[in-house]
Every structure is written in C-alpha cells, then in structure tokens.
C-alpha cells in the first residue's frame, strides 16, 4: 500500500535531527575511526610487500565499517520510530547476530543482477551469427540500455537504501526480499521520489558541513601560523583535514615536519575529516530509515 506522500516526505524531512542522536553519532566515529586505523595498517602492509598482512588488515576495515553502520543505523531506527535509542554496545551486539541478513538480501539481489547481464551479454554474443545478427543488435542495443539503467536504478534507490531499515526494524532475510520485489512491483515511484528527497538533504547536509570545514580549516591555519607563529607549513597544518596521514603526506610530496607538533597537527586534522565524513552518513542513514517507516506506514 502506497503511503500519502506529503505526510511520507514529512516525515523524511525530520531526518535531519539525525546528528542530535548523540550514541549514533559517537558509535559512526568510533567504526569509522577504528577502520581508517585498520585501512593505514593494509596499506602499511602492502607497502612493504607484505600481501597476506595487507589483506587481513583490510578485510577487518571493512568488517569493522560494515557492522559499524549496521549499529548506528540501529540506533537511528529507535531514533525514527520514537523509542529510547540503545547504547552503541548493545547496538553493535545487536548488529553482529542480525548484519549478516543485510548481506543476504543484498547479495541475493545482486545475483539477480548479474544473472540478468548475463542474459544481456549472451545475446550481444549471439550479434556475431550470421543472418540474426544485425537484426539481433538493433533489438538488444535499446532493451540492453533500458535494463541495464533500470537495474543501476534499482539497486541505487531500492537495494541499496532500504534493505538496511529492513534487517534493524526487525525483519529477515526473505521479508527483507519480499519488502524490496513489493516496492518494485507496486511502489517504485514513491520509493524513488522519497529516496530523492533523502538524497538531496544529505547533499545540503555535506555542503554545509564541507563549507565549515573548508572556512574554518583556512581561518586556523592563518591563526596558528601568523597569530600564533607555529611554524608548520600550511599544507601539513590542513594535511589532516583532508583526510592524509604521514604516508598519504609524504605520498603527496611534503615531508613531515615540526616532530610531534606535525603528528599532532595530522591527528587532530584526521578527527576534523572524520566528524565531516560522519554528519552526512547520519543523515543519510536516518533518512532511509523514515523512507521504509514511511512506506510501511509504521507509526
């Protein structure tokens, strides 16, 4: 059933108290925190040649950032449904026994995917007989296109969004499926307009958040190096803000400088880059929340 859309829109417009949620914002950090330090140890490894290492290192990262999400994107749906929001702890207990149906529903959709490419690449194989061919081509070129966008679509608007507030609202593997093929089938507009809203508030939310980052990050460095007359260059003092660390600086082309004063410059710029990469992903996460509460006209 389709939900009225202006109270549906409303409700996703509400998501942008998502930083407020105080446990969610610090559960992100903290994930995003732990994997950035487990993605300088990958690189780190694969630096030295070390594959296996390498490997290891980087497979935590992203199990680490995967069922971070998943925790905070709990925390946000007790925020959107209006209960006492759990602590990050039992939140990512809670993610550890329920993240793996998230992957489920979303490799099962994948699936689906690619066996559809591969429909569409036998019959671009087939182009070469002779006879059918030319025939076959002027037939296969417009359905390719259409669904090859169709399923791009699908998977940027419905999968990837939604199978998430699914899973955290209580639902498993095959109601998450059976969640997504209904919307396919009866609500894809609905989804795709709601979903558009989410997305351009979460584009406002990295403006804004960018335009801080930028203004103050300049401001200080004129501060610290003028007023305050640290002697770091101003591309190391904003390194950090950028997201680089000592390999990312020196891979750029600026040796570190100023000993412990430049590795602190880099580490309390790393926190700056986090806390800006963090703000939009709360956003985004709570806003896909109220789109699956609003499509399943949960109050």
């Known amino acids: 059933m389709t939900p009225p859309l202006l109270p549906a829109l409303a409700r996703v417009l509400q998501s942008v108290d998502a930083p407020r949620n105080l446990r969610a914002l610090y559960g992100l950090l903290m994930g995003f925190c732990i994997a950035g330090l487990l993605l300088a140890s990958a690189r780190s490894a694969l630096g030295r040649g070390d594959d296996g290492m390498g490997a290891l290192w980087l497979g935590l990262a992203l199990a680490v950032a995967f069922f971070s999400v998943n925790a905070t994107g709990l925390m946000l749906m007790d925020q959107a449904r209006g209960r006492p929001v759990r602590d990050p702890q039992d939140a990512w207990a809670d993610a550890l026994r329920s993240g793996h149906r998230v992957l489920v529903a979303v490799l099962a959709c994948v699936a689906v995917a690619g066996a559809a490419v591969l429909v569409l690449a036998g019959l671009l194989a087939a182009t070469h007989w002779p006879w059918v061919g030319a025939p076959l081509l002027a037939v296969v070129l417009p359905l390719g296109v259409l669904a090859l966008g169709g399923i791009a679509f699908?998977?940027?608007?419905?999968?990837?969004?939604?199978?998430?507030?699914?899973?955290?609202?209580?639902?498993?593997?095959?109601?998450?499926?059976?969640?997504?093929?209904?919307?396919?089938?009866?609500?894809?507009?609905?989804?795709?307009?709601?979903?558009?809203?989410?997305?351009?508030?979460v584009a406002l939310a990295t403006a804004a958040v960018s335009f801080v980052v930028v203004t103050g990050s300049q401001l200080l460095a004129g501060l610290a190096i003028l007023g305050a007359g640290i002697e770091l260059p101003a591309r190391q003092l904003l390194a950090g803000v950028m997201g680089l660390g000592p390999r990312g600086l020196g891979a750029s082309g600026v040796p570190l400088q100023g000993g412990n004063l430049g590795l602190a410059a880099l580490i309390g710029g790393g926190v700056v880059f986090a806390l800006a990469l963090v703000l939009p992903t709360l956003v985004w996460l709570r806003g896909c929340c109220a789109v699956y509460l609003a499509l399943t006209e949960e109050e």
């Open 154 to 201: 699908v998977l940027f608007i419905l999968v990837g969004p939604l199978a998430g507030p699914a899973v955290w609202a209580g639902g498993r593997s095959r109601d998450v499926l059976a969640f997504l093929r209904g919307r396919l089938r009866h609500g894809l507009p609905e989804t795709a307009l709601l979903m558009a809203a989410v997305y351009l508030m």
